[in-house]
Structure formats: structure tokens, C-alpha cells
């Protein structure tokens, strides 16, 4: 078994150096993807899709880790996704025109490890914060 922690590091390292073919190569072609708005599946276009989805739309785009959990295989991701919108964002609903807008979303990802490959990559996101954050819906009334 590998270093599980220092492969999600890693992993975090080549998104925040905007480095595609170091991110891609984490993640086993077979490896099962899903993330909010309906995606979901295997295989590298789709891994490659997902990749381009949000460094197309965000750029200086960063992520910032809070929390890294550990148990065997198993991880599991706290961390905040910053950047701003001055791209893209090839929504599966739909592309959305650049905002100009800067965003820090919290996320969650559940993921599975084995040798020094993703195999399953589960990605959480409230996704009424980005379109809020995006000014997209109104902000929500406060209670």
C-alpha cells in the first residue's frame, strides 16, 4: 500500500501548480468520478474533463486544504476552492459567461487510493454557494 496522505498531497501540489498532466496521472484511467451536477463515470476524457472544467473557468484558480483524513486506502478532503471567474464554467447545465467574480467554495472529497493511484474520486460542493458567490442567485435571507 502506498503513502495514501502524501498522494493526496501531491495530487494538491500539481492542481495548485496548474499542472494537468501531473494531476491526470494521480488518477488510475478507470478511476470512478463523480462530482455535483449529475457528474459521474470513469475513464480519462472525463477526468480530463473535469480538470479543464474549472481551470478553463478559474484560472488563478487554488486550493486550500483544512483537513486530511486518512484510514488505509480511504481519504477524505476538507479543503476551500478559491479563484476567479474569468473564464468558462462549462457547467453540465449549461456554460456560464465569465463573472469576474472571486469565489472561495468549500468541498469535501471521498476518495479510494490503491498502490499510487486514485481510484474513486468523490467530489462534494454546495453548489447554490458558487452560483451565489458567482452573483448568479440572490443571497439568502438571513434569519
Same mark, same amino acid.
Given at each position: ?7 493526496? *498531497? ?8 496548474? @499542472? ?5 496521472? @494521480?488518477?488510475? @484511467? $478507470?478511476? +470512478? ?23 478553463? $473557468?478559474?484560472? @488563478?484558480? *487554488? ?9 488505509? *486506502?480511504?481519504?477524505?478532503? +476538507? ?10 464554467l462549462n457547467a453540465p447545465t449549461g456554460p456560464i459567461q465569465p463573472t469576474r ?27 447554490? *454557494? ?14
Amino acid at each position: 500500500m502506498g503513502d495514501t496522505k502524501g498522494i493526496v *498531497e501531491r495530487n494538491i501540489e500539481s492542481w495548485n501548480a496548474h @499542472d494537468k498532466t501531473a494531476w491526470t496521472r @494521480d488518477i488510475a @484511467d $478507470a478511476g +470512478e468520478l463523480t462530482a455535483p451536477g449529475g457528474i459521474s463515470g470513469s475513464g480519462r476524457e472525463l477526468r480530463d474533463m473535469l480538470y479543464s472544467l474549472w481551470t478553463d $473557468a478559474f484560472p @488563478d484558480n *487554488e486550493i486550500k486544504p483544512k483537513v486530511i483524513v486518512v484510514d488505509g *486506502e480511504n481519504a477524505v478532503l +476538507e479543503a476551500t476552492f478559491e479563484g476567479t471567474h474569468t473564464g468558462v464554467l462549462n457547467a453540465p447545465t449549461g456554460p456560464i459567461q465569465p463573472t469576474r467574480k472571486h469565489v472561495k467554495v468549500p468541498f469535501v472529497s471521498v476518495s479510494k487510493i490503491r498502490g499510487d493511484k486514485f481510484t474513486s474520486l468523490h467530489l462534494m460542493f454546495d453548489q447554490v *454557494e458558487l452560483m451565489t458567490q458567482l452573483g448568479l442567485m440572490p443571497v439568502p435571507a438571513k434569519v
